[in-house]
């Protein structure tokens, strides 16, 4: 009599979680909810993030397709490997065949390409959850976790390498637990490949992922090594071969990468942070407002908690780098809703149906509000500057932007062959070393002299650069003819809003 009233009891208690969840949408409207706000989010976003959208991805692609561009020093260290840019390229040269290579197309045309792969991370995300759990209820509010993540609404449709690492290795996580036929694990171990080409960090991720499959697995030893040997030797081969077509010579990019972030530690020249910042600020804001239900859902689920190690060791293993950015806890993402889906559930049997409705409401407002601010008004002054000069009609405009290096896109947004000059700042070893950004601060006046700076048409700076250079400029017949707001949050040599000046004999008046 007790047995069965505990089966009774446990039966109820799973009814109720799943009478309590109720996402009636089905696939085909998942794909759509996906695919509308991943694009929406193309021409939502009118904000600048980081520095590597642009001069890592699109700004390469262009340089090697219509053969103006800037490589940044990166490139001609060989530390990246040229695969991502290389999909980007292939649009180029699709949309220069055709003759559609508007600026518009330029610009926007990458976007989307991301934005529609970020779709296919959002769906894998609900299937791997309902492969992982079992569960349509937990796998739809996975799903919704995902969506409603204001960072990857920030971030999902753009050309980071980091963006398209989550994507690729999510989709890979997708068709390793699909099922057990030798096709979804060779495509597994493709697409978890493709992802540590692009980003070598992904291999923290799927190394143990490809271990534990040895183990568990149901497949052969034999059929593993096979799939391994055969998929790891074609992706070296073709990472090779790209790498071949873009620097004319073999290069081990993945190689010179760990060198220069692991064995010399040298990205701490672009600022470094203590072992534990993404414990107590990377991961809660990259995670939001759903890092409460991630860890209810960590807490609370007693199986599959291996994807929870995985998580860990990733944030671990990138902690031991000095250099630390918010986007690289990308790719951990996709795995967290997976117990966000499972925290949301659980919650839902603790409280009515309406008040558990009212929760998602909030979550979707309190996303979309932070989204919101930081797609179309936190740092947006970097990306009207580049329209305002790109809507100047002379083609023999000369830029100078004085403003800490890479704090705009550069040819990628223009799509014209200008002369455009910014202040470097690549890493040294050397202990002598000045780069050129602080010269220009130390000795502002002298640094212009020295490089002409009277034969510009325009200037580019933030409003917090020392008065001497605005009267300078003034002095050589240079007027302001614009100002952006580019931030509520000014810090150093980072100013409230960009200002232009431009050549007294050259002013454009915008129609």
């Avoid at 090594?225 to 873009?246: C, P, Q, R």
């Avoid at 620097?247 to 064995?263: D, E, S």
């Avoid at 240079?478 to 000046?501: D, L, N």
Wanted: hydrophobic share 45%; with cysteine; proline share 3%.
């Amino acid at each position: 009599m007790r047995n069965r009233s505990t089966k009774t009891k446990n039966k109820n208690h799973e009814n109720h979680m799943t009478d309590n969840v109720g996402l009636p949408w089905s696939t085909k409207e998942k794909l759509f909810i996906s695919v509308a706000l991943r694009l929406f989010s193309v021409f939502l976003t009118r904000t600048f993030f980081v520095p590597d959208e642009y001069w890592q991805s699109t700004e390469v692609a262009h340089y090697n397709v219509f053969g103006y561009g800037y490589l940044t020093w990166e490139w001609k260290q060989k530390i990246r490997s040229y695969f991502y840019p290389f999909l980007f390229e292939i649009y180029f040269r699709t949309i220069k065949l055709f003759a559609i290579d508007s600026l518009f197309f330029i610009v926007y045309g990458p976007h989307v390409m991301q934005a529609l792969l970020t779709s296919c991370c959002d769906l894998s995300v609900y299937y791997s959850a309902f492969n992982l759990f079992g569960s349509d209820k937990i796998a739809s509010l996975a799903f919704f976790n995902q969506i409603c993540s204001w960072f990857l609404i920030y971030t999902g449709s753009r050309t980071l390498s980091n963006t398209a690492e989550m994507c690729f290795s999510t989709l890979g996580i997708f068709y390793l637990f699909a099922s057990t036929s030798k096709s979804n694990f060779f495509l597994s171990l493709l697409l978890g490949g493709i992802s540590c080409i692009i980003r070598p960090t992904s291999v923290i991720i799927w190394f143990p992922l490809v271990l534990r499959e040895t183990i568990y697995s149901k497949r052969s030893i034999k059929n593993i090594a096979v799939n391994l040997i055969f998929v790891t030797s074609a992706l070296l081969m073709l990472m090779l071969g790209v790498d071949f077509y873009f620097y004319k010579q073999f290069v081990l990019t993945h190689w010179n990468f760990l060198q220069f972030n692991l064995i010399e530690d040298m990205s701490q020249f672009y600022g470094s942070h203590p072992f534990y910042w993404y414990f107590f600020e990377g991961l809660p804001v990259v995670f939001g407002f759903s890092i409460a239900f991630i860890f209810l859902g960590a807490i609370k689920c007693k199986k599959q908690r291996f994807f929870l190690w995985i998580i860990l060791l990733y944030v671990i293993a990138h902690s031991f780098i000095s250099h630390k950015e918010f986007r690289f806890m990308l790719p951990t993402i996709p795995i967290a809703s997976f117990y966000a889906g499972y925290g949301l559930n659980f919650l839902s049997t603790l409280i009515s149906k309406k008040k558990f409705y009212m929760l998602l409401v909030v979550l979707v407002i309190s996303n979309t509000f932070v989204a919101l601010y930081f797609c179309l008004i936190h740092q947006r002054g970097s990306i009207d500057v580049m329209k305002y000069l790109s809507a100047q009609s002379s083609r023999s405009i000369k830029v100078l932007f004085l403003m800490p290096c890479h704090s705009t896109p550069y040819y990628s947004y223009l799509h014209r062959n200008v002369s455009l000059q910014f202040l470097t700042c690549h890493p040294s070893s050397e202990l002598s070393y000045v780069e050129e950004a602080e010269a220009f601060y130390f000795e502002p006046i002298s640094w212009l002299n020295e490089i002409a700076a009277f034969s510009k048409t325009h200037v580019v700076f933030y409003n917090v650069i020392p008065e001497s250079v605005k009267i300078y400029f003034q002095d050589i017949g240079f007027k302001q003819v614009a100002s952006f707001f580019h931030t509520h949050f000014p810090e150093g040599r980072i100013g409230s809003h960009i200002v232009v000046y431009e050549a007294a004999n050259g002013v454009q008046q915008i129609k």
